[in-house]
């Protein structure tokens, strides 16, 4: 249930009323509350803490694979708080590398849930020893839309985006690829085999997030990871304040 | 914003609360009878319609563009409703089949609309001659999860999957993929390309959704969009009454 819908009667025959508006302007406002109190306690424990967004099947398991792995190897403490409808085949995916793993289901009603948001968080925060952690990944559900809509709490959203998703997509979703400080460009293995002009996709990115740099990465081969590796090291500190 | 998150105070630090509820139950049931009344209009021109899902990128509008042609070749007399969060493009690529196309943007407000709903279909049809259609296309939004809570008065839902999202996801989102009476499995092409196990990824449908058939294709090829066609145009007439 989407009630957003309900600001714009331009779109739909449903009735608009003073108290949709209320509901809806009260769970983004607390939402906001949410998310501040949780990168409070970022900020509190030092920990540094990113949000994974992108399309289902654009990578973000796969990378974080890696990803903890290298963090393991690097003595960099890491936590996940790992965003699934339904089912742990992510959350056990990342099992093994040292890191602690929190799994949040969003999936026990209506079509599941399509996002997480800062109170969800705050409950996967309760099961995660914090002032143990270095850094925390946050790794959302798998949706272009509804993520970007949320703050989790998070110091900065990171997206993993797979080229086999076409060179418009920055066009088609800009709120998402607005609201994120790097872009990693995933699946560059594949490009042999595909129509994709990245030189395009460039253009579309710079049209509509020109301060985001673009990574190119195989999460498979694993090709480019050390470049993201440097990012995500570059800035260990919170960059904000509580 | 995604009420639906308001009924599962389990995950949530939201407060719950009968105006909430009842907020989402009038949503839900105004979403209901716009569809019945989408349904019964298509019922009355004899129009049959079929609603087209998937992840971004997964290929809807490729597909799309080889099926106008199809059916403009066929004789059969097609309209699609396009649904995008912003900009033309994929309405643009449809154009020039000799199909009546509406563009539905649902992106004038906060992120976007992360689906298509009955009250919006049914803006769409103002703009549309039903009389002088035989099949009626809808192309949702990309998502794999808010669409498939929304009814929009489609005779059949249709998935669309990309081999490039992996073998699991009917088992992440099974509430799209139970809600469908077909899955196109496309961009078979990337098949030498990927480690996809084909197998796995058809007991993870027979286990979600054992009813529905998988037809592999390539929309970028052509390949397999023989059966598809065959699937279309099989049951011609609304399969429900108004």
Redesign the interface.
């Known amino acids: 249930?989407?009630?957003?819908?309900?600001?714009?009667g331009?779109?739909?025959?449903?009735?608009t009323g003073p108290?949709?508006i209320s509901?809806?302007e009260r769970?983004?406002g607390?939402n906001d509350v949410?998310a501040e109190a949780n990168r409070a306690a970022f900020d509190a424990h030092g920990v540094r803490s990113v949000n994974l967004m992108s399309?289902?099947?654009a990578g973000k398991t796969t990378l974080l694979v890696h990803t903890l792995a290298h963090l393991r190897d690097s003595g960099v403490r890491a936590g996940v708080v790992e965003g699934?409808?339904?089912?742990s085949?992510?959350a056990d995916r990342l099992a093994g590398f040292g890191a602690q793993v929190a799994l949040?289901n969003?999936?026990?009603?209506?079509?599941?849930?399509?996002?997480l948001?800062a109170?969800?968080v705050?409950?996967a925060l309760t099961t995660l020893d914090l002032a143990s952690l270095d850094l925390l990944l946050v790794e959302n559900?798998?949706?272009?839309?509804?993520p970007?809509?949320f703050d989790v709490g998070a110091h900065d959203s990171v997206m993993v985006y797979?080229i086999?998703?076409?060179e418009?997509?920055p066009?088609?979703?800009?709120?998402?690829f607005r609201s994120v400080s790097v872009v990693l460009v995933n699946?560059m293995?594949?490009l042999p085999?595909?129509?994709f002009d990245l030189e395009l996709f460039r253009r579309n990115m710079a049209q509509i997030n020109p301060d985001a740099p673009l990574i190119e990465v195989s999460a498979?081969t694993g090709d480019g990871l050390a470049e993201w590796h440097e990012w995500l090291s570059t800035s260990r500190e919170p960059v904000r304040s509580a």
Chains 1, 2 share one sequence.
């Open positions: 249930m989407h009630a957003h819908d309900q600001e714009h331009d779109h739909s025959a449903y009735e108290e949709r509901v809806l769970i983004f607390e949410a399309s289902p099947g699934d409808i339904e089912t085949i992510d949040l969003t999936g026990d009603g209506f079509g599941g849930e399509c996002h948001d109170p969800m705050a409950k559900v798998g949706n272009l839309v509804c970007a809509e797979a086999t998703e076409g418009e997509k066009l088609k979703y800009p709120v998402m699946k293995d594949l085999h595909l129509d498979r």
